[in-house]
């Protein structure tokens, strides 16, 4: 049996305001608590003016909550509140821990839901013309966490090198030094990277080489986290577009 609370996990999309759907949209118009992420377009509280909004964010070890209080956060609000709605970058359930809280206040019986966000891992290489799938260049993609629990890089991605399929990382950068050494231990120096910090936002800024040369173009281009990194042939075979960081790109 459920109590009067409910719980809703909400994707915010990659960055772009406009990148919101119109249901998660809807669900901040129809919160009473918003508990907020680092990663989240703050332009997008607006659509929830009359609720409680609480920064609940985590970047680079800095806690603003640590986990276990925003669970005790989504139910005592909703308890208390009413209909609590935790708003996250990209999609929810792409390393999102989404799923973790769901199932923590469904043991208070708190009623809950999910929408789905647009996830960084796809929507930012598309801005860039970056397509992760392409007939005649590649036929898959990984989307892989630079970054695991135990702070440690993803064995993931030592399969993933050996693979042909295009390789997305998230939370990655303060890994890119052993990324390339897996890489170039898979003879894969020539590889295209591209990495693209602050994506499909006004802040967003990239740059493009190869597994061989990224290191010193993230150094030139002086880029860091938040970005993700996209390795693999459709880098090299991404289409001319509209780009917020065109101007400081290097060609592969």
């Known amino acids: 049996m459920y109590n009067r609370g409910r719980f809703t996990v909400v994707g915010a999309g990659p960055g772009d305001p406009e990148l919101i759907t119109l249901k998660a949209m809807n669900a901040l118009k129809d919160a009473d608590v918003v508990l907020y992420d680092a990663l989240v377009n703050k332009e997008l509280l607006a659509y929830a003016a009359g609720?409680?909004?609480?920064?609940?964010?985590?970047?680079?070890?800095?806690?603003?909550?640590?986990?276990?209080?925003?669970?005790?956060?989504?139910?005592?609000?909703?308890q208390t509140h009413g209909h609590v709605v935790r708003l996250k970058g990209g999609d929810p359930f792409i390393f999102g821990r989404g799923a973790e809280e769901i199932d923590h206040a469904q043991r208070f019986g708190i009623s809950t839901a999910i929408v789905p966000g647009i996830s960084s891992s796809i929507a930012v290489p598309a801005y860039q013309g970056i397509p992760l799938t392409k007939r005649g260049v590649s036929e898959s993609f990984w989307v892989i966490t630079g970054t695991t629990k135990s702070h440690k890089l993803s064995n993931d991605i030592r399969v993933a090198?050996?693979?042909?399929?295009?390789?997305?990382?998230?939370?990655?950068?303060?890994?890119?030094?052993?990324?390339?050494?897996?890489f170039t231990a898979e003879n894969k120096e020539d590889i295209p990277v591209g990495i693209i910090q602050n994506g499909t936002t006004?802040?967003?800024?990239?740059?493009f080489g190869t597994i061989k040369t990224i290191s010193s173009i993230v150094a030139k281009k002086e880029l860091s986290s938040p970005a993700i990194i996209v390795?693999?042939?459709?880098?090299?075979?991404?289409s001319r577009v509209v780009s917020l960081c065109r101007e400081i790109s290097e060609e592969v």
Not at 63 to 68: G, K, P
Not at 202 to 207: A, H, L, M
Request: aromatic fraction near 4%.
């Open 161 to 182: 090198a050996k693979s042909t399929a295009t390789v997305v990382i998230l939370m990655g950068m303060s890994k890119l030094n052993e990324i390339v050494s897996i």
């Open 51 to 78: 609720a409680e909004q609480i920064y609940v964010g985590k970047r680079k070890g800095c806690y603003a909550y640590q986990q276990e209080q925003i669970n005790d956060l989504i139910v005592s609000r909703a």
């Open 202 to 207: 006004r802040e967003e800024k990239c740059g």
């Open 231 to 238: 390795i693999g042939e459709v880098v090299k075979n991404r």
